[in-house]
């Protein structure tokens, strides 16, 4: 239980500090570009979307854990469900377009 707890609120600071603009050498791909590279992408537009990612994935251990609680099964199906739809979402739209590149 309080390893759930704990990864909840490490789910959480990351979505805050993402959706601050901080920490995007934690993004993986992004901490390996050349500064250069970084120069084309509007870091604070890709920060906010992963710290909303982050929001998500600790709603969904929240329910995970609130379905042990109170032994209820339906909250972990929707838990389920949340994150597979979260994470087929982010893939599509992330392979789909040039959303975080600067507008110049």
């Known amino acids: ?12 600071l990351l979505g805050i ?3 601050l603009g901080k920490w995007s050498f934690l993004i993986a791909g992004f901490n390996t570009m050349t500064k250069e ?14 710290g909303k990612l982050m929001f998500i994935i600790a709603f969904c251990i929240t329910l995970f854990t ?3 609680i109170f032994m209820m099964k339906i909250l972990f199906n929707i838990g389920t469900v949340i994150l597979i739809v979260s994470i087929i979402f982010v893939i599509i739209y992330l392979n789909t377009g040039n959303h ?3 507008k110049n």
């Not at 590279?37 to 992963?50: Q, R």
């Open 1 to 12: 239980m309080s390893m759930k707890i704990l990864m909840i609120a490490l789910f959480i």
């Open 17 to 19: 500090m993402f959706s």
């Open 37 to 50: 590279e970084k120069a084309k992408y509007d870091v604070m537009s890709l920060c906010k979307f992963m």
């Open 66 to 68: 609130l379905s042990d």
């Open 100 to 102: 975080f590149e600067r």
